[in-house]
């Protein structure tokens, strides 16, 4: 009788999350929505805001889908001016992909225009309109491969591959 | 997994390089970490040890024209000059003595002679300040040098007083204020040696905000709460690249006690944008950045959303996928956790994060107080703050780097382990749909495609019996012929699962429909639908007449239509604003119109329809 001859090597390597990669992974999450929402808040939004994205990049506003970095243009052009405060996020190293995707979920208040001082002047106390919603949003960030690292100690560069917002409060 | 967690071969040489041209480090800061701190450089491993170093760049090329000659071009170059503060006596290209003999004779012409006017006519700090910022800046490279301003010449002759030797927060905010005014801004900023402590940097965000590369070396910063000054945890300096702390208590303290990872950690964690600290590379996953010199679009000025509220929206996948897992999924969640080995991935991640913010809409609408919600106050935070490695809320972890390492479960065991010690919950997934909203939509996996699910909704807290708000998101795969998943069932497998739980809002805040920025005024409620092209009615008699281009709000009625409807949920709010839109009833009219037809827009519609004819005029706007 032949010994049967277990395989080896598992048919899909994964490799294992360390705790060098969560750390990188934070602190990308961390920069990450640091600069995204200050740049969504900003002036400039219309120019700095596509960059974070691909044209293959997927994203929905509230239930409605856009394609890529035109549509995040299309998105934002007639949007109200925002300001965004972020009160919790996470990130996720996503198992089985090398250099991770990171998955990134935000939960925060989002105030349109001007806020409650912007209501007329006869407004109701208890009239929520024009208050700060709670938004909550989803971020899928993968490597561009076409964006080779420049800079020292650079793994690679990430953009804004998936993008999911709702107005949740 | 990523594959490069140490910093790069060559990366310190890169490092340094841009530091110096930068300006941020001179060229004997390296030789001088050899020699003064043998064992400063435990935290880095021996295999680093061979490869190049900034200091061989040096060792091989003693004549560093290029950095010398830019130096040079920076016409001023005083004793703010880097070199001069420590190479004593080295010579420049034009042959000159540095800081010895500079500071005894004359700089050069045309500075002696406008220091002289300055001191002539000019008494004010503030003005004195500006000189010497001025002098010291190099608008061609961007680059302010600051150190060690008490040996300034002019900071002397103006009888100034240097933050750090005297001066406090105010003088030294000041200084960052004149530095702010430069231009072209400011990129990089020298501020060693100047005695200076962290509350001295208090305002230097506020005022160089969009600084690239600072220069702390050879201070007094001693403490965490020192940095917090110019951390990003705290929205300062956000577009920070390299940050140079040699020669503080902070790290040269950390070194001696052999916890140099532990610095390094730490302040990656602190300094999220941070690429080079103290001339080492960290390693980071970048963005595209906006840059400061962006040209500004027009500011945003639409007072209305340009899209509605959408429905919930799955695409790319059968939509009995997504619900069949979902159903499955939350039942096993509230009954049976540990069943949920089998739906998860065995690689697969989670952790659970609270937003314990209270929603202002929610507070207004009174949600947390209701009578018809009694359970709300007996919700606690704790067991979800602190239970199964805690909340991995990033905001909020302030302790350490471990913390948020333990609060990320990796591993369907570790996982199910967790999911069962956190507390139990009741989703009415089979109730009203309207109180969840899913989106989904295919995303890229590796080489592969996976399914982005987001979920938002509500749960009941087994135990208190309170309801609390979540948004959960997973990353799907097909569970994989053969495998566990799909042997028991399960079509789609857990790759990440991310669940926030938050403060009870309720679900109209995804209600499909229009979503107004601001509230409306009394007048652009009474006429929020564009009357339409026939017909406007005329106003009732006892009111004068106007001409026809707006009608007139009803402040003729008893009826309080804006106390009404300001004190009515979203949902209802928009349900009425419809029913006015579609009917030209007027608020008070649609109220009772939707209340007499369970709230439902299409019948209250139709029922108007029938009795239209027999509805008084002032029932119309």
């Known amino acids: 009788m032949t010994a049967v001859v277990p395989p080896v090597v598992p048919i899909v390597p994964i490799v294992p999350i360390t705790s060098s990669d969560v750390e990188i992974a934070t602190r990308a999450a961390d920069h990450f929505t640091r600069i995204y929402y200050t740049t969504y808040d900003s002036d400039t939004r219309l120019n700095d805001l596509p960059q974070f994205y691909r044209p293959n990049s997927s994203l929905t506003w509230n239930g409605k889908p856009f394609q890529g970095v035109e549509g995040v243009r299309q998105l934002i052009e007639k949007m109200p001016s925002t300001k965004h405060e972020v009160l919790s996020f996470d990130c996720h190293p996503i198992p089985g992909t090398s250099p991770p995707s990171l998955m990134v979920t935000v939960s925060g208040n989002v105030t349109h225009g001007r806020g409650p001082a912007g209501n007329p002047p006869t407004t109701s106390s208890r009239n929520p309109e024009g208050q700060p919603r709670v938004f909550s949003q989803t971020f899928l960030l993968v490597p561009d491969p076409a964006a080779p690292a420049t800079k020292p100690g650079e793994l690679a560069k990430y953009y804004v591959s998936a993008d999911a917002l709702r107005f949740v409060g | ?621």
């Open chain 2, 1 to 621: 997994m990523f594959s490069s967690p140490t910093p790069a071969p060559g990366s310190r040489a890169i490092a340094g390089a841009a530091l110096r041209n930068a300006g941020l480090i001179d060229r004997d800061a390296p030789m001088r970490d050899l020699t003064d701190k043998p064992g400063g450089r435990k935290g880095s491993s021996k295999i680093r040890s061979h490869r190049p170093r900034a200091i061989d760049a040096f060792k091989d090329a003693p004549s560093q024209t290029r950095m010398l000659s830019s130096r040079a071009s920076s016409s001023h170059a005083g004793p703010s000059d880097p070199l001069s503060i420590r190479g004593a006596s080295r010579l420049t290209p034009a042959g000159r003595l540095r800081r010895p003999a500079i500071l005894s004779t004359s700089v050069s012409g045309d500075t002696t002679m406008r220091v002289t006017s300055i001191r002539a006519s000019r008494t004010k700090p503030v003005e004195g300040w500006r000189d010497v910022v001025k002098k010291r800046y190099n608008p061609e490279t961007g680059f302010l040098n600051l150190e060690s301003l008490i040996d300034d010449e002019l900071v002397k002759k103006f009888g100034l007083v240097p933050p750090g030797h005297g001066g406090d927060s105010r003088d030294a905010a000041v200084i960052f204020k004149l530095a702010g005014q430069l231009v072209p801004k400011v990129q990089t900023l020298s501020l060693a040696k100047n005695n200076l402590q962290g509350p001295h940097l208090q305002h230097l965000s506020h005022y160089l905000p969009h600084l690239a590369n600072l220069s702390l070396q050879d201070n007094r910063l001693r403490t965490w709460r020192d940095l917090d000054f110019i951390s990003s945890r705290r929205g300062k300096l956000l577009h920070l690249r390299e940050l140079v702390l040699l020669g503080n208590p902070i790290r040269e303290q950390s070194f001696r006690e052999d916890n140099g990872q532990r610095y390094k950690q730490e302040m990656a964690q602190r300094f999220s944008s941070l690429e080079v600290l103290d001339q080492e590379a960290i390693t980071q996953i970048s963005f595209d950045l906006p840059v400061p010199s962006s040209t500004p679009s027009a500011k945003p000025t639409a007072m209305t959303f340009p899209y509605e509220m959408g429905s919930s929206f799955v695409t790319g996948v059968d939509g009995s996928i997504v619900s069949n897992f979902l159903i499955r999924f939350f039942n096993v969640f509230d009954n049976q956790r540990t069943a949920l080995i089998d739906a998860y991935d065995p690689n697969a991640t989670f952790s659970f994060s609270a937003n314990t913010s209270i929603a202002t809409r929610a507070r207004i609408q009174g949600l947390h107080t209701s009578a018809a919600l009694p359970n709300q106050t007996k919700l606690n935070w704790k067991p979800w703050i602190s239970s199964a490695g805690g909340s991995r809320n990033l905001t909020r972890i302030s302790g350490g780097f471990d913390r948020t390492v333990k609060s990320l479960h990796i591993g369907a065991p570790d996982v199910v382990k967790t999911l069962v010690e956190l507390p139990g919950t009741k989703h009415d997934i089979s109730g009203p749909p309207e109180k969840f909203c899913l989106d989904s939509f295919p995303v890229m996996h590796g080489q592969g495609m996976g399914l982005l699910l987001t979920v938002h909704g509500q749960f009941t807290e087994v135990g208190t019996e309170g309801i609390r708000s979540f948004d959960r998101s997973f990353i799907l795969i097909p569970a994989p012929e053969g495998s566990r998943a799909k042997v028991n069932g399960w079509d789609v497998v857990i790759l990440s699962d991310q669940w926030t739980i938050r403060n009870y809002s309720s679900h109209e805040a995804w209600k499909p429909g229009p979503m107004l920025v601001q509230a409306l005024s009394r007048q652009q409620q009474a006429s929020q639908a564009p009357a339409p092209a026939i017909a406007i009615p005329t106003p009732p008699p006892s009111q004068p007449q106007q001409p026809q281009q707006q009608p007139q709000p009803q402040q003729a009625q008893p009826f309080d239509a804006q106390a009404a409807l300001s004190s009515m949920p979203e949902a209802q709010r928009n349900l009425v604003m419809q029913v006015c839109q579609r009917t030209r009833l007027n608020v008070r009219f649609a109220i009772e119109c939707l209340a007499g037809n369970a709230w439902d827009v299409e019948r209250a519609v139709a029922n108007f329809e029938q009795v239209e004819a027999t509805l008084p005029r002032d029932a119309f706007v």
